[in-house]
Structures are given as C-alpha cells and as structure tokens.
C-alpha cells in the first residue's frame, strides 16, 4: 500500500515539474506607462531618433511618435541627479547636462548615453552646451563655470574667458552662420563673440536682472530673454540692446521659432508670448495653470510640445491666437504677474 502511495505521489510530482517547464504562451502584460505629464522636464528637442525630453532624477526619454509614448534612453550609469538641458550638434553628438557638473554624451539621437563628467563633492550644475564650428564644445553653468572639450565631448577641462565674473551663467547660443555667439546669465550677464568662440568679449550691463535664454532670428536680430518679463533685442550683433514691449510680467525660460520666423516664449504660469516684430513686442497667446514651461518644442501640424515642472503639456493654438504666429496682431490681453 505503502508502495502504491509513494508511486503515486511521484507521478504526480513529476507531472507538476513537465507542466512547470513545459513552453506555453504568456499572458501580455499592459506596458508600462511613463509619467511624463506628471515629471518635471527641463528640455525637449528632436534629433535623429526623434523626440528627446530629459529632467528629474537624471531621466532622458524618447518619443518615435511625436510624443504619443516614451520610453527611456539606454544610460550606462544613472546618477540621479536632475538633467538642466541637452545639446545636440549637426555631426550627431548630443549633451546632457545636470547638477554635480554631470556630462552624459550620445552618438545616436539621444537613444543611448555614456557619461563623461561628474563630481562626487562640490558639483555645480551645468545649464547649456554648444559645439563651436572649430568642432570644440563650451559647457557653462553655476558661478561662471566654463568647460571646454577638444575631443567632441569625451573629455572637460576648465576654461577661462577673461573678465568673466562668478556669476551663474544660463545659456549659451549661436546664429545660424556659427559667427556670433551669446552667453548670457545672472545679473545682466551677457558675453559676445564674432569668431565663432575663439574669443569672447563682457557687454556692459543693460539689465540687473537674471537672462535665461538667448536666440538670433533670421533677421540677425539677437533677443534676450529672462526674468520678470525682461526681454531685451539687439540689432547690432549684441553690442546693444533695447527693452522690448512685453505684455506679461512674468520670467520665460524657453523659445521656439517658426516657420514663418515668429518667435515664441514660454514660462512661468503657463505662459505662452509670441512676437511678430523682430522680438519689439510680446503678445500673450496661451496661459493656462500654474506650471512654470520651461521648454517650447514646435511640431509640424502647429501644436506646441511644452515641458514644464509639472510634466509635458500640449497645446494647439487657437485660431485666434495663432494670428500672433503667423504674422498678425493679437487682440490685447491684461495679464497680471504671476
């Protein structure tokens, strides 16, 4: 009896162990969505691989789809640390750039990345990057910092530009011709240079306040962009500037430009502005909640991809505000500060 019960208990065992590694079809499980309208992003730009969207706790996303879905970028090593900007060049390197002065770099639009800087103590963050046409890359950031890389952004040893005070320094950008180039910062700070970077010169303070961003039209004309609804153009290349007209007092963090060459802001409260004057003046064309944009990302039908503190937004200019886009004036509207 005994005999027949063990017999039985290992067929039965047996069976369990063939059904237990026997090939069979899995149930699909539904994937996994990121949160990217609930994320902090501090950048959005298309590359090669297509959407790229990067910010907090070191994330670097990537859209096939026009930001339909993202999945997230292949890193070799994630430290964490909040991603300010990515920079991506025509020969097909990109940057990214966070906080303990972290350096990721890619070959490949964005889809993977290797990190090539980082300090474990006394790290500042680094807020922009741009390659110069010598093929030398600039990364500036916090209490004037400036890194310079001769091998296509594998390697960074500190730079100095002369006169150049501790203050933070936001930005960094070029005209399309690589001649001209800004960088702009805290306390009025802006440094031009004709050389394609070779060498830079300190323009007098025309403004107290912090500049976020800077971007050269088609015109030639240099706009300056920043803190409490200061925006600043110049027509001279960057020697001097004049305050533009702006009808929300509120900071702005990030531009497009369109195809019909209208220049957009975006930033705090949701805001969107738009100039159809060469940067002379700002119309409100969108402010809708609380987020601060702090990146404007234009696709082909029109609609705008923002980034914000409070994750991705899109919006579809109405008809009425896309008049300020396409070269006719707004109907005015009183905005308070935000």
């Keep these: 009896m005994r005999t027949r019960v063990g017999v039985a208990v290992t067929a039965i065992v047996a069976a369990a162990g063939l059904y237990a590694f026997s090939p069979r079809s899995m149930p699909q499980f539904e994937q996994t969505r990121i949160p990217v309208d609930k994320m902090q992003l501090n950048s959005i730009a298309r590359t090669s691989a297509g959407l790229v969207a990067a910010g907090e706790l070191g994330q670097i996303l990537v859209s096939r789809d026009d930001g339909a879905s993202w999945q997230a970028a292949r890193q070799a ?14 020969n097909g390197t990109g940057l990214a750039l966070g906080h303990e002065g972290w350096i990721l770099r890619s070959t490949d639009g964005g889809l993977s990345w290797e990190e090539t800087a980082f300090e474990q103590s006394n790290g500042e963050p680094l807020m922009s990057a741009a390659r110069l046409p010598s093929g030398d890359w600039l990364a500036v950031g916090a209490f004037g910092r400036v890194l310079r890389s001769v091998d296509d952004g594998k390697s960074w040893q500190p730079h100095a530009i002369p006169g150049l005070s501790d203050w933070h320094l936001n930005s960094i950008s070029g005209s399309a011709d690589g001649k001209q180039w ?6 009025g700070t802006v440094l031009r240079s004709e050389d394609g970077g070779a060498s ?23 706009v300056a962009y920043g803190m409490r609804g200061n925006v600043h153009f110049s027509q001279d290349g960057g020697r001097s500037w004049q305050a533009a007209s702006v009808q929300a007092p509120v900071s702005t963090y990030g531009h497009a430009v369109t195809d019909g060459g209208r220049l957009l802001l975006a ?37 705008l991809l923002l980034t914000s503190d409070s994750g991705l937004q899109r919006y579809k200019p109405t008809t009425r505000s896309a008049d300020a886009t396409q070269g006719r004036s707004a109907p005015h509207t009183t905005t308070g500060a935000s």
């Design 267 to 303: 930033g705090q409260g949701g805001i969107v502005l738009a100039s159809q004057d060469d940067g002379r003046s700002f119309q409100v064309i969108r402010k809708e909640g609380r987020a601060s944009l702090t990146g404007i990302h234009r696709q082909a039908d029109g609609s």
């Design 182 to 187: 800004l960088i702009t910062g805290e306390a």
């Design 200 to 222: 830079w010169a300190v323009v007098p303070p025309f403004y107290k306040g912090s500049i976020y961003g800077a971007v050269q039209l088609a015109s030639g004309t240099w």
């Design 77 to 90: 090593q994630s430290r964490q640390a909040p991603i300010t900007r990515t920079a991506f060049a025509g």
